[in-house]
């Protein structure tokens, strides 16, 4: 879709569907990242949350009735890692299922000696290729303000897609330099790896160690939620995701007396 199309498209969206007040400064109260928002970015992530509401097909699973203020929640979790991007970086997939609770997709794997088995496995989110994002209301309807969101986490694979499988190399911006992500993450996650291993206790979600998407993923999580233990822990990540994402969480959180002790 060409820029003035898509410019046509999005005022419309917004022109038509505008989003009930209440029930966003209610959503905007509900988690603790977004207090400290600028009244532009808060415009800004309003916007990005309209048209992705009237772009994506939100569906409850196993029962689940999904009404306005959760569907906002959802929404505002995944806009918010656009909120200096534009919303065509979810471009290519429509549906988000949530689910009550956690849930068993059906999943194969390989042994290290090559065999493939097929199982069930307990999962809080996924993300698919093309596909949708699977979450658990569960786990993404309250704020634990723990550096830990799965809504987050999911939708960060989604824009690592973008270059194709969840490794942790999402398409970069101009003037990115790709040699110095590919160091700050590599050494990052090695570094990582090895305290895990070690039984060290981390500030980072331990889950980061399965895999250079995974850690990624959880990075921008933390990044959104607790970027103070980013930045203590992995500057050279941070200024990457502060480039990337084109925010500036630590600042933002600063500026607002949410800062905690990394």
């Known amino acids: 879709m060409n820029f003035s199309l898509r410019r046509w498209r999005r005022a419309r969206i917004l022109r038509r569907a505008p989003l009930d007040d209440t029930t966003w400064r209610q959503t905007l109260a509900r988690y603790r990242f977004l207090i400290g928002l600028s009244n532009t970015e808060r415009e800004r992530l309003r916007e990005l949350v ?55 997709p059906e999943v194969e794997w390989e042994d290290e000696f090559g065999v493939v088995h097929v199982g069930r496995e307990i999962r809080s989110g996924e993300a698919w290729l093309r596909g949708p994002v699977i979450l658990s209301w569960a786990d993404i309807g309250e704020d634990f303000a723990d ?39 590599s050494r990052g996650y090695e570094d990582f790896c090895h305290s895990v291993d070690a039984g060290v206790r981390t500030t980072i979600d331990p889950y980061a160690a399965e895999s250079a998407g995974e850690f990624f993923a959880v990075l921008s999580e ?35 007396g949410l800062l905690e002790r990394a």
């Open 222 to 256: 933390a990044f959104i939620e607790r970027p103070e233990i980013v930045r203590a822990s992995y500057p050279a990540i941070y200024e990457q995701l502060r480039q990337f994402y084109r925010q500036d969480p630590y600042a933002r959180h600063a500026a607002a």
């Open 147 to 185: 550096g830990v969101n799965v809504a987050i986490h999911e939708f960060a694979h989604k824009l690592d897609m973008l270059n194709g499988a969840a490794d942790g190399y999402p398409p970069l911006h101009a003037g990115m330099d790709r040699t110095v992500w590919m160091t700050a993450f």
């Open 50 to 104: 309209t048209v992705f509401l009237h772009d994506k097909q939100i569906h409850g699973a196993a029962g689940l009735e999904l009404d306005e203020p959760m569907r906002m929640a959802l929404a505002v979790q995944a806009c918010i890692l656009l909120l200096y991007l534009s919303d065509d970086w979810y471009d290519g997939w429509v549906e988000v299922i949530v689910y009550p609770d956690e849930f068993m």
